[in-house]
């Protein structure tokens, strides 16, 4: 069932969005090389809590950490541990915030004190389709149309959508209704209305598309070894243009 949320739900959802936007911006101007991503996690969570938040993704489904801290080849739902962070590691960043019994979600790859423009590339075209499919969540227009314009904009600069993780609804709970793909898998046609709130989420390989879970349960690699990227937006569909919730640029806290 898709939720459709009511200007009351909005007021409440809106806060935790850009709790979310603004602790992704301070975990990526804080990290450095050197750091371990135990550190960067626990970083996260002080900043999660200093701003009257919890972390959506600690204890869900028994996930063990603050964000997703993924790092390189790992795709999404990187663990946090003892490994050090170099010059040169790209790493997708992935912050969920539980906040006024509502949930923002959001995530950004960044470079690790700089990248070579092979890594910068993949990062800009990955962050580039995620834009491409937001201007797709509009009124009369359907989840496939979203899934289409990401999947034509990656293709055509030569890398490839992942397939096996998806976008999807998101509101009082994590994962709601309806499924995002980033790729057009033929029966994604739900048509797309004011009030739905959607988790956009390309995940892009520089290489093959296939993925496989590490033997910890939740780590999801590259099966070729190429580096991926990872960036979200939870985005509002209105009457008009969408609204992107989790952008601390674009809105700010009552």
Not at 7 to 33: F, N, S
Not at 84 to 94: M, W
Request: proline fraction near 4%; charged fraction near 25%; include cysteine.
């Amino acid at each position: 069932m898709i939720v459709l949320k009511t200007e009351r739900d909005l007021e409440a959802m809106r806060p935790a969005c850009v709790l979310a936007g603004t602790v992704l911006d301070e975990v990526a101007a804080w990290i450095k090389p050197g750091q371990t991503t135990r550190e960067v996690d626990e970083f996260a969570g002080s900043r999660i809590k200093a701003h009257g938040a919890k972390s959506a993704f600690l204890g869900y489904r028994q996930y063990p950490c603050q964000i997703c801290i993924s790092v390189n080849d790992q795709v999404v739902h990187g663990l946090a541990g003892p490994r050090r962070l170099e010059f040169g590691d790209i790493v997708s960043l992935d912050v969920g915030v539980v906040h006024n019994g509502f949930i923002g979600d959001t995530a950004r790859t960044v470079a690790v004190g700089g990248c070579d423009l092979a890594a910068q590339r993949l990062m800009d075209v990955t962050e580039k389709s995620l834009h491409e499919g937001i201007a797709q969540a509009v009124p009369g227009k359907r989840v496939v149309d979203i899934s289409r314009a990401i999947q034509k904009y990656v293709e055509a600069n030569g890398f490839s959508v992942v397939r096996e993780f998806v976008g999807h609804g998101v509101g009082r709970n994590m994962h709601e209704e309806p499924q995002i793909p980033n790729f057009d898998d033929g029966k994604s046609g739900t048509k797309l209305r004011p009030g739905m709130t959607l988790a956009i989420e390309p995940m892009v390989n520089a290489g093959r598309s296939a993925v496989k879970i590490l033997k910890d349960g939740w780590t999801v690699v590259t099966v070729d070894g190429s580096l991926s990227a990872h960036f979200e937006h939870t985005v509002l569909v209105t009457e008009g243009l969408p609204e992107i919730m989790t952008w601390p640029a674009r809105v700010s806290l009552k």
